[in-house]
């Protein structure tokens, strides 16, 4: 997993232009569980990747940088009670269930726009975010994508899914 994001790393240095390679290999042979959440939004088709330290953060920020909404992690509803509420045709699971079990979290919307400011994505498929209590008490939830250059925020009921829409992830490692 560490040759992967190594490759990926120089690959794309606009994604985190202010730190070093040293840095972030030494945080994450000093973190092994990282390592395993890494290799499962890897697994997922998530392109996991650094894009460097963000205000708040607790420390270094990986995301989810496939260019389309991870593969692996699309046609799901929003959450368990959204699942739970769809009585004809559910889908396999919710995004909020599946970024637990992985050990990550939706991304915000301003986490998600910061990606966007980092290149080119979603241009075909759209991710849910993570969804404000006032709006998911409602029965909505949010997603995101990209298009004509510019990136919006959408509502749905949390119930639906589709083919295109899946879920972004990230984590910090320390």
Not at 46 to 67: K, Q, R, W, Y
Request: aromatic share 10%.
């Amino acid at each position: 997993m560490i040759e992967i994001l190594r490759v990926r790393f120089f690959a794309n240095p606009k994604r985190h232009a202010d730190v070093k390679w040293e840095d972030v290999e030494a945080r994450l042979r000093r973190d092994p569980r990282a390592l395993d959440i890494l290799g499962r939004m890897e697994e997922s088709g998530g392109e996991p990747d650094t894009i460097g330290f963000l205000p708040g953060a607790a420390g270094l920020v990986f995301c989810d940088c496939s260019a389309e909404s991870p593969a692996g992690r699309r046609s799901l509803c929003y959450d368990d009670a959204a699942l739970l509420k769809r009585k004809n045709n559910p889908p396999p699971g919710s995004a909020v269930h599946q970024a637990y079990e992985m050990g990550v979290e939706l991304m915000p919307e301003t986490l998600y726009r910061r990606l966007q400011e980092l290149g080119e994505f979603d241009l075909k498929t759209s991710s849910w975010i993570l969804t404000p209590d006032g709006i998911r008490q409602k029965g909505g939830a949010l997603f995101c994508e990209k298009r004509y250059g510019r990136v919006f925020t959408f509502h749905n009921g949390a119930d639906s899914y589709y083919g295109v829409r899946g879920w972004r992830g990230w984590f910090c490692v320390s």
